[in-house]
Nanobody
């Protein structure tokens, strides 16, 4: 079993910064991909940023240059540094781990990020 616990969400003014953290426990292997997704009201869940076990990163075009994903393999944590936040970044942010062996995706409970204009 894999459990993911997110923290760091909150309310911030446009232009501000937040850092999300996700701690994973259970059978996590360093080669598993980890990432952050978000879902705004009335919209589908979308990928924000992902990082492979080898450190390769992938970002949504809307956050490139503003968000940075990082990972501590030894601690099984993945962080998302979000700078220059915009109102359109408002959403529930979910941490995810992708099991490359089974193809199964694990999800955290989500953390709310609200950016006021």
């Amino acid at each position: 079993q894999v459990q993911l616990v997110e923290s760091g969400g909150g309310l911030v003014q446009a232009g501000g910064s937040l850092r999300l953290s996700c701690a994973a426990s259970g059978s996590i292997f360093s080669i598993f991909d980890m990432g952050w997704y978000r879902q705004a009201p009335g919209k589908q869940r979308e990928l924000v940023a992902a990082i492979t076990g080898g450190g390769r990163t992938n970002y949504a075009d809307s956050v490139k240059g503003r968000f940075t994903i990082s990972r501590d393999i030894a601690k099984n944590t993945v962080d998302l540094q979000m700078n220059n936040l915009k109102p359109e970044d408002t959403a529930v942010y979910y941490c995810s781990v992708h099991n490359v062996f089974s193809g199964y995706d694990y999800w955290g409970q989500g953390t709310q990020v609200t950016v006021s204009s």
